[in-house]
């Protein structure tokens, strides 16, 4: 009657169990996101005791601390992306990645140092520019070094230099401030009107660089695990036009994203203080941390699937 061919009971059921979930609120899998990292305890462990490993090996090793931080890091960021993939197609079980050799922790390294190019390069650039600004003023100069008229000569004819010697005499024995400058300055201290400060556009520029780096981060990831691909992760128009297509989703996996970040860093700040023990509950907490950044993503590109175009 309708001429089509039909479909299985079981694949209709799964269709419509896969609709209901896309449509519950992402506030409710809050619960599921903060369990998702203990579904696989062994695996879970086995994460962060290797991360710990490698963090460890980097800080202590005089030559080849890097491949422990490339090691460490790609680790977190492809079990991040794995469980990004696999909860997004609606598998909310399992986050191990297909790892063989050192080699496939190279892709996922570059994708999150391409993920925070795009999200925190605004933010770097800006700390950068402005202490330059502030303290070498010159260098960033208006004129930069060039000429807007005649050259003057930097010494004035002997007639001209006795004339304003002269004057400057005269003003200076009328002046009362002299005498404060030749007593030792102001009574509450030296008077310094070149000390230099932040200068005025850094006031607009780095609550927009901040704002920037907040918004942007979770669909920089998103954008790295589902491209798989370092141009497209670093052009800000993908990111963008799946933050309209998500819609008030990507805003509710922003918030938790970022409650999830500075727990994390909070926590790992007062870990530091703590020796040895400390390095090793700083790996279980980035392992938990980045596990359950890539399930809330996950969960969140699931639900906008249809208008992201990865059903």
């Given at each position: ?235 800000p128009l993908v990111g963008v036009d799946a933050i309209r297509r998500m819609g008030s989703v990507y805003w509710e996996a922003m918030g938790a994203y970022t409650a ?52």
């Amino acid at each position: 009657m309708c001429d089509v061919l039909c479909l299985s009971a079981a694949e209709r059921e799964r269709q419509e169990e896969m609709d209901a979930k896309r449509r519950r609120p992402l506030r409710d899998e809050l619960g599921a996101v903060m369990r998702y990292p203990l579904t696989d305890t062994m695996a879970f462990v086995m994460l962060a005791v290797v991360v710990w490993l490698f963090q460890a090996a980097a800080q202590m090793a005089a030559f080849g601390g890097f491949f422990g931080v490339l090691f460490s890091q790609g680790l977190l960021y492809a079990y991040s992306f794995t469980a990004i993939n696999r909860v997004s197609s609606g598998h909310m079980e399992g986050f191990m990645p297909e790892i063989g050799d050192l080699g496939d922790l190279v892709g996922p390294v570059r994708l999150g140092v391409a993920s925070m190019i795009v999200s925190s390069g605004p933010l770097l650039l800006l700390l950068f520019l402005i202490p330059a600004v502030m303290f070498f003023p010159a260098l960033f100069g208006p004129s930069g070094g060039a000429s807007d008229g005649p050259e003057v000569a930097a010494t004035p004819p002997p007639e001209l230099q006795a004339l304003l010697d002269e004057d400057a005499a005269t003003v200076d024995a009328l002046d009362p401030q002299d005498e404060l400058e030749d007593e030792g300055g102001y009574p509450g201290g030296d008077y310094d009107d070149e000390t230099p400060g932040p200068p005025l556009w850094a006031f607009a520029a780095l609550p927009l660089a901040l704002l920037w780096k907040l918004v942007y981060s979770p669909v920089a990831l998103i954008a790295a695990a589902i491209s798989r691909s370092f141009l497209a992760t670093l052009n800000p128009l993908v990111g963008v036009d799946a933050i309209r297509r998500m819609g008030s989703v990507y805003w509710e996996a922003m918030g938790a994203y970022t409650a999830i970040a500075i727990g994390q860093s909070v926590v790992g700040m007062v870990l530091a203080f703590v020796p040895f023990v400390g390095g090793v509950l700083t790996a279980f907490v980035q392992s938990y941390a980045f596990l359950a950044i890539g399930c809330l993503l996950g969960l969140a590109v699931f639900k906008k699937a249809r208008e992201l175009g990865v059903d």
